[in-house]
């Protein structure tokens, strides 16, 4: 079966540190993966996502970025945190092919930039 | 474009009563449509999902949700609400003619409360 894992759980920045936020998955091959972030605890915001090894789109601008060095790794990364950079962060996959849009997501990040 | 629409940000239910959460869509082509469900704290799970067949599909937990093409909705509901039904739901969409591969657009979110 497919399990999907999230690092660290919890993190508390300065503004102005960097980030890193990791993502992997098991269990299948070249999903699609994604990176939502999800503001006081209500609407996700699409921030990236990846169809394949070093295939990364962002939905919008901002002051992150994200990679894949690997089929099942996905990083989202910062390297000067700002104060509204706060939230939920998520990490899902998809199938890519069948029915690819089903995704899967993993429990979270959760980001304080103080 | 796609979008979809989840007009209550709130719903209130007492337990044992048949609860209803709402969600309307904008596709191009024929939709895919997924109810999600989040506890605090949580990653999102998968409840249900339509994408072709028929209207009424039954999912995790109890709940259904029942695909009406003329409406444009996919109302989530189930017969006898639980206090551990308590819960944000969210209402999501793609199409046959997703130019994305993969991708969902999400509404906003309601945030389900069962009292006992």
């Known amino acids: 079966s497919q399990t999907i894992h999230q690092w660290p759980a919890t993190l508390v920045q300065p503004v102005g540190s960097p980030l890193s936020l990791e993502c992997t998955v098991e269990g299948t091959s070249n999903p699609n993966l994604y990176w939502y972030r999800q503001a006081a605890g209500r609407g996700l915001q699409l921030l990236f996502y990846s169809v394949g090894i070093g295939q990364i789109s962002s939905e919008v601008p901002q002051n992150l970025s994200a990679s894949r060095p690997q089929d099942r790794q996905f990083i989202l990364s910062s390297k000067k945190l700002l104060l509204s950079d706060s939230g939920f962060y998520l990490c899902?996959?998809?199938?890519?092919?069948?029915?690819?849009?089903?995704?899967?997501f993993g429990p979270g990040t959760r980001l304080t930039v103080t | 474009a796609q979008s979809v629409a989840q007009p209550e940000d709130q719903v209130n239910v007492a337990e044992g009563n048949p609860l209803t959460v709402k969600c309307t869509y904008s596709?191009?082509?024929?939709?895919?449509l997924f109810w999600y469900v989040q506890y605090p704290n949580r990653g999102l799970q998968f409840l249900l999902k339509y994408i072709t067949g028929d209207n009424l599909v039954k999912g995790s937990y109890g709940f259904e949700a029942e695909f009406n093409k003329s409406q444009t909705s996919f109302h989530l509901k189930k017969p006898s609400a639980l206090v551990s039904d308590s819960a944000l739901y969210f209402c999501a969409v793609n199409s046959d003619r997703g130019s994305t591969l993969g991708r969902l657009y999400f509404g906003r979110g309601t945030q389900l409360t069962v009292w006992p």
């Open positions: 899902a996959w998809s199938k890519d092919s069948g029915n690819p849009y089903e995704q899967y």
């Open positions: 596709v191009s082509g024929n939709p895919y």
